[in-house]
């Protein structure tokens, strides 16, 4: 079985972490709760700090500040109707993966609110890619329900994986 995330660590603090293994158990979670295959997919991840995502949140987004998680879905894929889950992409196979697109952390900004949050940072990170992955197949919390939806598949991937919730 292939590596699903293919993660490039640009802070050595998330290698002392073990990004690598949690990103890909959360990435194969969020596929599986959402009845999709966990194999035929693949996701970039850059694993950085507060410094390098402020400049990607500026330059994708026009916010020049840190925040925690930036996901950027290969292709549109947003539901035709609010509050109704997109449609599903099929997987592709072992050597010639669908692409879902990618995803960035920074360190600084997970740790704080880990922390502020009173959550361990596994936990944390979980969710949050977890909740990048959704973003990647489409789902946004722009629209209240959109958010409730979004936020439920999160609830119950989680709990899938031992973990409460984080709403």
Not at 96 to 113: H, K, N, V
Request: proline share 5%; hydrophobic share 45%.
């Amino acid at each position: 079985m292939g590596d699903l995330v293919e993660t490039v660590i640009e802070d050595s603090r998330w290698q002392d972490f073990g990004l690598t293994a949690l990103a890909e158990a959360a990435a194969r979670a969020a596929l599986a709760g959402l009845g999709l295959a966990t194999t035929g997919f693949q996701i970039g991840l850059l694993a950085c700090d507060d410094a390098r995502i402020a400049v990607l949140n500026a330059d994708f987004r026009g916010k020049p500040q840190p925040t925690n998680v930036l996901s950027w879905p290969s292709e549109e894929r947003g539901a035709e109707f609010v509050g109704e889950d997109p449609e599903r992409p099929l997987a592709g196979t072992a050597d010639e993966p669908f692409e879902l697109g990618d995803i960035a952390l920074a360190w600084e900004t997970c740790a704080r609110e880990a922390a502020e949050q009173g959550k361990s940072m596994e936990a944390h990170v979980t969710h949050l890619v977890v909740h990048a992955v959704l973003h990647l197949l489409g789902h946004d919390h722009v629209e209240d329900e959109d958010a409730a939806l979004m936020e439920g598949h999160e609830v119950r991937i989680l709990a899938s994986m031992g973990l409460p919730d984080p709403y």
